[in-house]
């Protein structure tokens, strides 16, 4: 069928643009068929990453282990080591495989979009892709090491620090999964913008509310209860509220030069 978008406006001129160009009529158990598929694709793809990760999985377990220099850790039950291989291959194999997934979403929703939501969406999703292994990177290169650090040095005159290795891995992974959701918060603020659901001067006046809640993120989001890491955490998300607050202020000034 010929959308009427696509139809000569007036004699000599072009065709103008469909507002939905990846339109494709389909039923509503195909479309049920489709997103089946497209999950276990993604299913697939984390499943083949982990397994791919888990061949390499003891030199990424010494890699998480790099922050708690001068700890020794112990096997406390049997299997322990086998259950955490399983799960430091899990996540690795979320991470590896989280832009096939992202574009297979992304595969899905696009034909049923809009030409202005496609030029808002498809960059979020990338822009989220990028945010979170911004946040892994944060939390590994900063979170873990300050957090390690208080606790090693509360009370080593006390206890000496021998560690589960499914206690400390927990740790870790739980604390660079929750920074990596953290740092999605600016591509959540630029949708809300972008779609006209709140603008940049109500995101700043309620920056009280914002620190409040920054504070007990710290402290839900953080596995451990030391100040230092809910401190670093909670600063992190702040910073990066202010962040989404200039980037829809940016979306906001550019948008009357769009129409013109």
């Given at each position: 069928?010929t959308?009427?978008d ?12 469909p507002d939905f160009?990846?339109?494709v ?7 049920l068929?489709e ?7 993604s299913?697939?793809?984390v499943?083949a990453g982990?397994?791919?990760?888990l061949i390499?999985?003891?030199p990424l377990v010494?890699l ?8 020794r850790?112990l096997?406390?039950a ?7 291989s399983?799960k430091?291959a899990?996540?690795a194999g979320?991470?590896l495989?989280?832009?096939y997934?992202?574009?297979?979403g ?6 049923g979009?809009s030409?202005?939501?496609r ?7 990338a822009?989220?892709a990028v945010?979170?292994l911004a946040?892994l990177?944060?939390?590994?290169w900063?979170?873990?090491p ?7 040095s509360?009370?080593a005159?006390?206890?000496?620090p ?9 740790f870790v992974?739980l ?5 990596g959701?953290a ?5 959540l ?7 006209g659901?709140v603008?940049?001067r109500?995101?700043l006046?309620?920056?009280r509310?914002v620190v409040?809640l920054?504070?007990?993120?710290g402290a ?16 992190a998300?702040?910073a990066?509220f202010?962040l ?9 000034r550019l948008?009357?030069q769009e129409h013109?």
């Amino acid at each position: 069928m010929t959308s009427l978008d696509s139809l000569p406006t007036a004699a000599g001129e072009a065709p103008r643009e469909p507002d939905f160009p990846g339109e494709v009529e389909m039923s509503f158990v195909d479309h049920l068929e489709e997103l089946r598929w497209r999950l276990l694709r993604s299913l697939a793809a984390v499943v083949a990453g982990a397994g791919l990760c888990l061949i390499w999985v003891r030199p990424l377990v010494k890699l998480l282990e790099e922050p708690a220099q001068g700890i020794r850790f112990l096997q406390l039950a049997p299997g322990e080591y086998l259950f955490v291989s399983l799960k430091v291959a899990g996540y690795a194999g979320l991470t590896l495989a989280l832009p096939y997934a992202l574009y297979e979403g992304l595969g899905f929703v696009l034909p049923g979009l809009s030409r202005r939501e496609r030029r808002l969406v498809a960059p979020a999703v990338a822009a989220s892709a990028v945010l979170f292994l911004a946040g892994l990177a944060f939390a590994w290169w900063a979170l873990v090491p300050a957090a390690l650090r208080f606790l090693v040095s509360y009370g080593a005159d006390v206890v000496e620090p021998i560690w589960s290795i499914e206690r400390y891995l927990d740790f870790v992974l739980l604390l660079m999964v929750a920074t990596g959701l953290a740092f999605e918060l600016p591509v959540l603020q630029l949708l809300l913008g972008a779609l006209g659901l709140v603008r940049s001067r109500q995101m700043l006046a309620s920056w009280r509310l914002v620190v409040l809640l920054s504070a007990v993120a710290g402290a839900v989001l953080t596995p451990s209860t030391d100040p230092v890491t809910m401190l670093l955490l909670s600063g992190a998300i702040c910073a990066l509220f202010l962040l989404g607050v200039g980037l829809v202020a940016l979306t906001e000034r550019l948008r009357p030069q769009e129409h013109a």
